[in-house]
């Protein structure tokens, strides 16, 4: 049925502008605001261009309770390391041992992934296969 259709994900923030320079200016992503007024929203445009809406609930907002967004990377301390150096900081789960970085490796192979928050407190990814 919907095999044909465009289709996107969505998430929540509490402050768009904030949204938008952090997405756009810390991430590097194409991030951009559309409409006005209550119907203002950002688009972000990932890589192969894919688009995710993010849209504004103010006060009403609550963190997402999973991972929003996931990056791959070729090179997780590289990532971690240009995050950190752009004032990103490193989440750490209970059940999860990470290292200094606050990367948690597989030791069974190359797999390792970092979370951090975005400023409304959704969670994102960065992670190596």
Not at 14 to 30: C, E, I, K, S, V
Not at 72 to 84: E, G, M, P
């Amino acid at each position: 049925m919907f095999g044909s259709t465009t289709a996107f994900s969505s998430f929540s923030v509490d402050d768009l502008d904030a949204a938008r320079a952090f997405y756009g200016d810390t991430l590097g992503l194409q991030a951009e605001l559309e409409g006005s007024g209550e119907m203002r929203m950002l688009f972000l445009t990932l890589a192969g261009g894919a688009r995710v809406m993010v849209y504004p609930k103010g006060d009403q907002h609550s963190p997402a309770s999973f991972t929003v967004l996931n990056f791959q990377v070729d090179d997780i301390d590289a990532a971690v390391d240009a995050l950190t150096d752009k004032g990103v900081t490193f989440e750490r789960y209970e059940g999860f041992e990470s290292d200094a970085k606050g990367v948690v490796r597989d030791e069974r192979g190359p797999a390792a992934i970092a979370w951090f928050t975005d400023p409304a407190r959704n969670v994102i990814a960065v992670l190596q296969r």
